[in-house]
């Protein structure tokens, strides 16, 4: 199987009927790096920058990050990475950093929150992200952006740091992205807002399925109690490709569901035609696209998602994986 997936290594992902898929892999520290052309990811589609912050002992210095972020960018060479502004608070907890203790921590004061009420945290990583990316594309995306104005006042934040840079006369990166996930259920009732602000979305479906079904993600009693393969989480997650197709924002997801490949199977059903996971889970994921018929899946699932048809959506999907090989 390995062996079998090394193969697949430097071909791209086409279904038998011609649709690409863009398959990118999750990272976050230097050593996820190699993984990249081993994997033979098309690019970082999802570079979780808390974790320099969780491994290290104090707060990591601008300059330690403007390194690992330049490193990150050297390793890719030409493929494009996707940096996601600190997801910290919640689980993810800084022993250096003072925290008030929270009864539900993952509704509580993280990620683009707390960058926002620490906005010389938040600045001083666009800083290091600007330098990093100084002459080349530099893509940044925000976590748990629950109000479209929380992007508005994180990108006064980096126009502000963009500004800085100039005046300082420090060379900017040629091109910059700035994207924001989509995890918080919130956001799904202002896609036509939220797609005008951003250069592309990506979908954290972990979040997104823990908050849609009220389901802490990572209490092992509930956490896999409900399907991800259903029909309405797929529903929920064809109306955020829906909008970017729609607008002609580029949209992916991230979440873990796309490295499974049923799961994925259903994703690129539903119409995604990006992806991003751990790069253990390219070459099987791409072994199944390279098998797959997306004409005859959409024929399978459009029923089944419109509401007619088995209520087993994961049920079905594994017998038209099976039937068609
Ligand atoms: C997600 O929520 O799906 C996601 C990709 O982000 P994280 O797992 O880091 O919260
Ligand atoms: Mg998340």
Redesign the pocket.
């Known amino acids: 199987r390995q062996a079998q997936y090394r193969l697949l290594r430097n071909k791209p992902a086409v279904t038998r009927d011609g649709t690409r898929i863009a398959l990118n892999m999750?990272a976050g520290l230097l050593v996820d790096l190699p993984h990249l052309s081993e994997a033979g990811a098309e690019g970082i589609g999802?570079f979780?920058t808390e974790l320099q912050f969780m491994v290290a002992s104090t707060m990591p210095r601008m300059t330690a990050q403007t390194q690992l972020y330049a490193s990150v960018l050297e390793a890719s060479g030409d493929r494009p990475v996707t940096f996601r502004t600190l997801?910290i608070g919640g689980d993810k907890v800084l022993p250096y950093m003072r925290n008030t203790p929270e009864e539900n921590p993952a509704l509580g004061w993280r990620a683009i929150r707390l960058g926002l009420d620490r906005p010389g945290l938040l600045r001083m990583q666009l800083r290091a992200l600007l330098r990093a990316g100084a002459g080349r594309e530099l893509r940044v995306m925000l976590?748990m952006v629950t109000e479209v104005s929380e992007i508005d006042r994180a990108r006064a934040l980096f126009d502000l740091e963009i500004e800085h840079a100039r005046r300082h006369g420090h060379s900017l990166p040629s091109r910059i992205l700035l994207g924001s996930?989509v995890?918080v259920p919130a956001l799904l009732f202002q896609l036509d807002a939220l797609m005008e602000r951003v250069d592309f979305v990506s979908?954290?479906?972990?979040?997104?399925l823990q908050y849609l079904t009220a389901s802490d993600r990572g209490n092992t009693q509930v956490a896999s109690r409900f399907d991800p393969i259903s029909r309405h989480f797929l529903r929920a997650l064809k109306t955020i490709i829906e909008a970017a197709d729609a607008t002609g924002k580029p949209a992916t997801l991230?979440?873990?569901i796309a490295g499974r490949p049923l799961a994925a199977l259903a994703l690129v059903g539903i119409g995604f035609r990006s992806l991003s996971m751990s790069a253990a889970s390219i070459g099987p994921v791409k072994a199944m696209l390279l098998a797959l018929d997306l004409g005859r899946l959409k024929a399978m699932l459009e029923p089944i998602l419109a509401g007619s048809g088995p209520d087993d959506v994961a049920g079905a999907l594994r017998a038209f994986a099976e039937a068609e090989g």
Not at 203 to 208: A, E, K, P, Q
């Open positions: 999750n999802l979780r997801d976590p996930m995890e979908v954290g479906s972990n979040d997104l991230c979440g873990e």
